[in-house]
């Protein structure tokens, strides 16, 4: 029985932008929705890196392109490519959602946890892999996440959230990302009936 829906497939098919539709259908519905989304940054029509964007519409910095005249004051730096990833940011961003999630002491009603994406820059974060961790065991929420497509070497929470029983996961493809819509809101539909 699935508990969870994550979306996978390669950077830029549209995982975020279907993760917005569920959404809005299921909040239309009566649903409620939390979490974030992750978002690209773009100057000048190049990519300059990426928000965390909740789903409320709060906005903070996840990775923006090295600046190579900054001096890096001898911080440890996490980066991506050629991303610098601003943890503290990050986890003051999300941290607190995963928070409120597990605290809804509104009784049965439904919720939908959005978590976009377990990737790369995201797992920089002990805090952050212990939150999901914890939402994914927890009966609380139905989460609707995306993890990357992968390649390289594995990342471990991304290949643990791939190998758990209570997830379902689709693979998004140019071709399929349009008709997954409906598929993706009758699996969460689903997954809601069996928390609540």
């Known amino acids: 029985m699935s508990k969870h ?18 959404c809005e259908a299921l909040a239309s519905s009566g649903v409620g929705v939390e ?13 300059v890196g ?22 890096s004051h001898g911080r440890r730096e996490y980066t991506v490519g050629q991303y610098v990833v601003d943890l503290s940011s990050f ?19 439904r ?7 377990i990737g ?7 805090s952050f892999i212990r939150a999901v961790r914890q939402t994914l065991d927890s ?17 471990g929470l991304v290949e643990e959230v791939r190998g758990r029983r209570d ?10 990302r349009n008709s997954l819509l409906q598929d993706v809101i009758a699996a969460l539909e689903l997954c809601l009936k069996q928390t609540s």
Do not use: H, W
């Open 50 to 71: 990426f928000d965390v964007v909740t789903v409320r519409g709060e906005r903070g910095r996840l990775s923006r392109i090295r600046d190579v005249s900054a001096p």
């Open 167 to 176: 997830v379902k996961v689709f693979t998004v493809s140019k071709e399929n």
């Open 5 to 22: 829906v994550f979306l996978t497939g390669p950077p830029g098919v549209g995982k975020t932008t279907l993760v917005q539709k569920a």
């Open 139 to 155: 009966s609380s929420c139905t989460i609707l996440g995306t993890i990357p497509v992968p390649k390289g070497k594995p990342l």
């Open 35 to 47: 979490g974030f989304y992750t978002e690209e940054v773009r100057e000048g029509g190049r990519r």
């Open 91 to 109: 986890e003051n961003m999300a941290l607190p959602l995963f928070r409120n999630v597990g605290s809804a002491a509104d009784g049965g009603s």
């Open 111 to 117: 919720k939908v946890f959005v978590i976009d994406e």
């Open 120 to 126: 790369k820059m995201e797992l920089f974060s002990q």
